[in-house]
């Protein structure tokens, strides 16, 4: 890249850093829950509009904007919700709304994109194509907004060439962005399970079901699905992340819940897993003279990146960063509905630092501290405009 275009770039994105500083707490301030985005979504279609920047509203708080006409086209996406989290950062502007939170960094995808929008709208008479800008709902909550985007056509019209996206990493220091190609990203399913039985006194275990036995000997047989049953050379998890059951200390329930997840690279073992589940669940029935409910929901597949796309990304972040600072990373067993765009259209997905510099103390996403450093959105501002306007460039 010409040193002329990133003086350039640089001074544009210096222009619009406040504004877009000043947007993002301000989306952080009123987070909204998964598909319930309306006032992150007028914002959105506020600054399109004053920025004269073409829009169709999809998925009903989703918000597709457009930069030039026809193709080839390069499609950038942001994710908008927020989670049920209480918010614990003590910052100025910190959420307004009690229990909800931008504990994963979307009110920074979300600003990043809007300063990228502005800028490339400047650079509207240098490019070829069309630049597709999705801002999407509801990327924390099944079946995910890019699925319902999808169905209503935000991939048509034109197509896209390529789909960027970019996540905030608090385990990497700000100006620093990391990617890989081949899958980063795991498969989600979530696991419901309820066990049922006869209740009865705890002295008289014999004239009921002991479900809390059961549940135990389930949750340790299960543990075997991933040690015993799975290649070690494929990536997979299966947690038990909750046990609902019993209320004194005298009574055998007559029901305990169980939840989890299932987490897996490989779609093959993915649906074995789920086969060898339910197996051990009839097992387990059997042998305590139980019953049982399996409610799995299948969530985002496994997230690929496209090597073309991902060698597109890593060359202008190397020119705009310098090479040291760009990095390859360790895939993650994370799940991101990014995933649906990708099984369509050759994708790049980053990771984009946020961790203060100096700072040796990591606040992991999804909780109630999380405070990405807001000098990351200068970086994260130029590889979006890059992303789109090195490939569209006349």
């Not at 920047?53 to 996406?77: F, H, M, N």
């Not at 809007?114 to 194509?129: H, N, P, Q, R, Y």
């Not at 990617?179 to 795991?186: D, K, N, P, Q, R």
């Not at 038990?240 to 200390?249: K, W």
Request: with cysteine; net charge neutral.
């Amino acid at each position: 890249m010409m040193n002329k275009f990133k003086n350039l770039l640089n001074s544009e994105i210096e222009n619009i850093l406040e504004e877009i500083i000043s947007i993002r707490r301000t989306i952080h301030q009123n987070p909204e829950l998964s598909f319930e985005e309306v006032k992150t979504a007028e914002l959105i279609r506020q600054f399109l509009k004053k920025k004269s920047i073409k829009y169709d509203i999809l998925a009903e708080t989703g918000t597709i904007g457009y930069i030039g006409s026809g193709s080839p086209c390069v499609a950038l996406r942001a994710d908008i919700d927020a989670l049920p989290i209480k918010e614990e950062t003590g910052l100025d502007f910190s959420s307004k709304s009690v229990g909800i939170m931008h504990a994963c960094g979307h009110d920074m995808h979300t600003s990043i994109l809007l300063g990228a929008a502005s800028i490339l709208k400047k650079f509207e008479d240098s490019i070829t194509g069309t630049v597709k800008l999705i801002f999407q709902p509801a990327e924390e909550k099944l079946p995910g907004g890019a699925i319902k985007l999808i169905s209503d056509g935000v991939l048509d019209n034109p197509k896209p060439d390529f789909v960027f996206g970019q996540h905030v990493d608090p385990e990497k220091e700000a100006g620093i962005v990391s990617i890989s190609e081949g899958t980063i990203l795991a498969s989600a399913d979530e696991l419901y399970i309820t066990l049922l039985g006869k209740q009865t006194h705890a002295a008289q275990p014999h004239l009921g079901n002991d479900l809390i036995l059961a549940s135990s000997s389930l949750i340790m047989n299960l543990q075997s699905i991933i040690s015993r049953n799975r290649n070690p050379l494929l990536p997979g998890v299966l947690s038990i992340t909750a046990i609902n059951g019993g209320s004194a200390t005298n009574i055998l329930p007559d029901k305990v819940e169980i939840k989890g997840t299932l987490r897996s690279f490989d779609t093959n073992w993915r649906n074995q897993a789920l086969t060898l589940i339910e197996k051990n669940l009839k097992s387990i029935s059997e042998i305590f003279n139980i019953e049982y409910k399996f409610n799995p929901i299948l969530g985002y597949p496994p997230l690929k990146n496209n090597h073309k796309a991902v060698e597109h990304i890593r060359r202008i972040a190397s020119e705009y960063l310098g090479s040291k600072n760009v990095q390859v990373f360790e895939p993650k067993m994370w799940a991101e509905d990014f995933a649906y765009y990708a099984q369509l259209i050759p994708s790049a997905f980053w990771f984009l630092g946020v961790k203060p510099k100096g700072t040796t103390n990591i606040v992991p996403l999804h909780n109630s501290r999380f405070n990405p450093d807001e000098n990351a959105i200068k970086s994260g501002i130029a590889i979006m405009t890059m992303a789109a306007y090195v490939y569209l460039k006349k």
